[in-house]
């Protein structure tokens, strides 16, 4: 399964739904490869609400009943690990959002 991000992780924990999402997934891949959604690393690499982290202890355990219903399924769980760099700053959201709209503003006058 291609990796993806759900934004279903609220407080980066990953969730018990996320037991069956991917159990479900990994059903009759016969040692299929899954590959999680993108996963932070730090609680500044983030740069979309609600995205799973592994940076605490609560998150491993969060992942951990998740990892084993993959492997009960006969599948491989790989973790993607992610640092969405300077989006996850801030001030630079805010920065690349001003700019969409200056922008579009632009693009609307020019037209």
């Known amino acids: 399964m291609a990796p993806l991000t759900r934004n279903r992780s609220y407080g980066n924990v990953p969730q ?3 037991i069956l999402y991917y159990s479900q997934r990994a059903a009759g891949s016969n040692g299929g490869l899954l590959i999680t ?3 932070g690393i730090s609680d500044t690499a983030q740069g979309y609400p ?5 940076w605490t202890k609560e998150h491993v ?14 599948a491989t769980f790989f973790c993607q690990i992610w640092h969405v760099g300077r989006v996850s700053d801030s001030g630079m959201f805010y920065f690349f959002k ?13 037209k």
Do not use: N, Q, R
């Open 16 to 18: 018990p739904h996320a």
């Open 61 to 74: 355990e969060a992942w951990k009943p998740i990892v084993d219903a993959v492997h009960a399924k006969g």
């Open 98 to 110: 001003l700019s969409k709209f200056l922008c579009m503003k632009i693009y609307t006058c020019l």
């Open 50 to 54: 609600d995205t799973p982290g592994i």
């Open 37 to 39: 959604e993108a996963t």
